[in-house]
């Protein structure tokens, strides 16, 4: 793992960190998606593995600039600084556009997806049965997530403690959105309206859950990467396959719901074509630009893998 870095690398590393957080605001879109492309994947999920009891002894035994070390301190402390700046900021202003013009901002995600498919399938090397049965499965999973209806409850604070641990286990894979979890377990609006309001002791709970499921599932996935990489790799692509039923960018709305806000909350969707979406609802589908932001996509998903690259090489 990569450890000597400058002070334009750790800028860069915070600006992947940006991204991550802008795409977690997102439900369909995951931040692990964006660290797989931007070639900071694998690191980060070794790092977090690193934050556990031997972490606690090097502290105790050797001072904590060697437990620093020991947890790739400054790349975690400067990607999460970036994740935490875009949730509080620039989330806001995704948040906006998938409020106002949710056609063309699933466009962009829609084209940003299909692009990283082929970025994370092409590292395996060679395909065999089991290869493809493990793509097969991530897809149905993936797929069968985006078709589960969300549900409306009540938050309480021990909800929001679990929706983090949840939640964070999704948003560190790619394909899955812990965006899309939180809106599956009705704590979306609840999340959001927390950090659009400085609601502290919420988001401490909320955040402690994170941690929690953050260092315990990062154990598994380190896990599945060190022995069967190949086999991650094709079961995180069939994830990503899985998730574009959920950010095709023109839906027609069968059940809904209004929330305590006054707001429409879409529980059943259907995905149809652009000429259909028009005749249905009566609203422009921007085809054109649309096909123009899915285009955008795939294109800062080369720009990323030539980022990766660079920074893999430095």
């Given amino acids: 793992?990569?450890?000597?870095?400058?002070?334009?690398?750790?800028?860069?590393?915070?600006?992947?960190?940006?991204?991550?957080?802008?795409?977690?605001?997102?439900?369909?879109?995951?931040?692990?998606?964006?660290?797989?492309?931007?070639g900071i994947y694998q690191e980060l999920i070794h790092s977090l593995k690193q934050c556990g009891p031997q972490a606690l002894s090097i502290l105790v035994k050797q001072g904590f600039v060697s437990a620093w070390a020991h947890i790739?301190?400054?790349?975690?402390?400067?990607?999460?600084?970036?994740?935490v700046v875009s949730v509080v900021t620039?989330?806001?202003?995704?948040?906006?556009?998938?409020?106002?013009?949710?056609e063309l901002l699933w466009s962009f995600f829609f084209g940003l997806i299909l692009a990283a498919i082929w970025s994370l399938v092409r590292h395996i090397e060679k395909w065999d049965w089991s290869?493809?049965?493990?793509?097969?499965?991530?897809?149905?999973?993936?797929?069968?997530?985006?078709?589960?209806?969300?549900?409306?409850?009540?938050?309480?604070p021990l909800y929001f403690f679990l929706s983090g641990m949840l939640a964070i286990c999704a948003m560190i894979l790619p394909g899955i959105s812990g965006a899309f979890i939180l809106l599956l377990l009705g704590m979306y609006g609840p999340v959001m309206l927390a950090v659009k309001?400085?609601?502290?002791?919420?988001?401490?709970?909320?955040?402690?859950?994170?941690?929690?499921?953050?260092?315990?599932?990062?154990?598994?996935?380190?896990?599945?990467?060190?022995?069967?990489?190949?086999?991650?790799l094709a079961l995180l692509g069939g994830f990503m396959l899985g998730s574009l039923n959920k950010v095709?960018?023109?839906?027609?709305?069968l059940e809904s719901v209004i929330d305590r806000h006054g707001k429409e909350i879409s529980l059943v969707e259907r995905n149809v074509?652009?000429?259909?979406?028009?005749?249905?609802?009566?609203?422009?589908?921007?085809?054109?630009y649309a096909l123009g932001l899915m285009l955008i996509g795939v294109g800062l998903v080369l720009l990323m893998e030539f980022m990766g690259k660079s920074s893999n090489k430095a």
């Fill in 72 to 83: 790739n301190g400054n790349f975690l402390l400067t990607l999460f600084t970036g994740v």
């Fill in 197 to 232: 309001e400085f609601q502290f002791g919420i988001l401490i709970l909320f955040a402690c859950g994170c941690v929690v499921g953050l260092l315990s599932f990062s154990h598994v996935l380190d896990w599945m990467f060190t022995k069967y990489k190949s086999l991650t």
């Fill in 1 to 38: 793992m990569q450890s000597q870095r400058t002070g334009r690398d750790y800028l860069a590393v915070a600006g992947k960190g940006i991204m991550m957080g802008a795409a977690d605001a997102v439900p369909g879109v995951s931040g692990g998606t964006i660290a797989f492309i931007t």
């Fill in 90 to 102: 620039l989330s806001r202003v995704v948040v906006y556009f998938l409020d106002t013009y949710p």
């Fill in 131 to 156: 290869l493809i049965l493990s793509f097969m499965i991530g897809t149905a999973i993936a797929y069968s997530v985006t078709i589960i209806t969300p549900t409306a409850i009540e938050p309480r």
């Fill in 248 to 253: 095709w960018p023109w839906k027609q709305t």
């Fill in 273 to 288: 074509l652009p000429q259909t979406f028009e005749s249905l609802s009566g609203q422009p589908a921007y085809f054109v």
